[in-house]
T-cell receptor, first 112, second 114 residues
Framework: GQQLNQSPQSMFIQEGEDVSMNCTSS?????WLWYKQDPGEGPVLLIA?????ELTSNGRLTAQFGITRKDSFLNISASIPSDVGIYFC????????????FGTGTSLTVIP | GAGVSQSPRYKVAKRGQDVALRCDPI?????LFWYQQALGQGPEFLTY????????KSGLPSDRFFAERPEGSVSTLKIQRTQQEDSAVYLC????????????FGSGTRLTVV
């Protein structure tokens, strides 16, 4: 299967700080998604990206579709305690229909 | 329903036992997906249905895994002769049409094989 590498693997930040994480692949993707997963729950879609270079915001979250189509970035501004969770990127290859490949996840801890 | 519902939430099976996991997608959603999430990993694709048709089963790890969606709504993932390596969270997701805009996931079934 496809390998999507997320970094960092984990982050410990103070409340109010900004957060940046990224996702890279050796393959070219058609679509990038960012999900957040809380313990014991399924992933929840945060942002979807469809074009190279696209920059999309959802509240304090901003994500970008890398111009090489092999990477994507997620930024969270002014973090709050409820931002705690695991963030996953997911990519769709041009030729694989509806299947998405998920990254390894970035675990975020926000210290009040 | 309002969301994707999965049952049971937790299942403990003895090695060699057969299990059946149920998924109720959002009403009207034609696409349904099953993913497997091992501890500390991201979800991995298992299979995809459009209505009752299983269009992609390339992710099913062995012939012990079988999924069905006979009436195009509720789906069941069946695992025969469970092995310890089958222990994982099994996530079901649905989408209204194609999946390009992303799926809505259920809370998952945590399967532990002892």
């Amino acid at each position: 299967g496809q390998q999507l590498n997320q970094s960092p693997q984990s982050m410990f930040i103070q409340e109010g700080e900004d957060v940046s994480m990224n996702c890279t692949s050796s393959s070219i993707f058609n679509t990038w998604l960012w999900y957040k997963q809380d313990p014991g729950e399924g992933p929840v879609l945060l942002i979807a990206l469809y074009k190279a270079g696209e920059l999309t915001s959802n509240g304090r979250l901003t994500a970008q579709f890398g111009i090489t189509r092999k990477d994507s970035f997620l930024n969270i501004s002014a973090s709050i305690p409820s931002d705690v969770g695991i963030y996953f990127c997911a990519g769709q290859l041009r030729d694989t229909g509806n299947q998405f490949y998920f990254g390894t996840g970035t675990s975020l801890t926000v210290i009040p | 329903g309002a969301g994707v519902s999965q049952s049971p939430r937790y299942k403990v099976a003895k090695r060699g036992q057969d299990v059946a996991l149920r998924c109720d997608p959002i009403s009207g959603h034609v696409s349904l997906f099953w993913y497997q999430q091992a501890l500390g990993q991201g979800p991995e694709f298992l299979t995809y249905f459009q209505n009752e048709a299983q269009l992609d089963k390339s992710g099913l790890p062995s012939d012990r895994f079988f999924a069905e969606r006979p009436e195009g709504s509720v789906s069941t993932l069946k695992i025969q002769r469970t092995q310890q390596e089958d222990s994982a969270v099994y996530l079901c997701a649905s989408s209204l049409g194609t999946a390009v805009r992303g799926y809505t996931f259920g809370s998952g079934t945590r399967l532990t094989v002892v």
